[in-house]
């Protein structure tokens, strides 16, 4: 049965997951959605339904650090698919921005998908303003 809520934006960019032993694994968003999200290449994933929180930095854009509570539902080789503690609706367009400044920065930008990410982060980024305020 399908749970997902809300459009997913596809992007890559870094990601730290912390755990509740305290320890961090990094990884790579592979995709983004007010209700959870897909992190790839993951340098240890996390066992399915453990609890943890979603570190995204962003250095330019407020808040610069987004902590989000998360539960894995789906857990793999090198990803695992996660879900929010609850829909993110509001704060989604703001971290949307927040990524396509950092990529625009050079912050972080992925040799494979630089042009593509920073002009559809902006198209989505626009998409999701307009639908999270109707």
């Not at 305290?22 to 592979?30: A, E, K």
């Not at 209700?35 to 399915?48: H, T, V, Y």
């Not at 050079?106 to 999701?128: C, E, K, L």
Request: proline content about 7%; glycine content about 8%.
């Amino acid at each position: 049965m399908e749970h997902r809520c809300g459009t997913r934006y596809a992007l890559e960019y870094p990601v730290t997951l912390r755990l509740a032993d305290s320890h961090s694994v990094s990884g790579v968003i592979g995709n983004l959605a007010a209700g959870g999200l897909l992190i790839q290449a993951l340098s240890e994933p996390p066992p399915r339904h453990s609890l943890v929180e979603v570190v995204i930095h962003t250095p330019r854009a407020l808040p610069g650090l987004w902590r989000w509570p998360a539960m894995v539902l789906r857990s793999g080789e090198d990803h695992a698919a996660l879900m929010f503690d609850r829909l993110r609706f509001a704060e989604l367009p703001d971290l949307l921005i927040a990524i396509r400044e950092a990529q625009a920065d050079d912050y972080w930008r992925p040799a494979t998908a630089a042009a593509r990410n920073h002009s559809s982060v902006g198209s989505m980024t626009a998409r999701v303003r307009g639908s999270a305020s109707g």
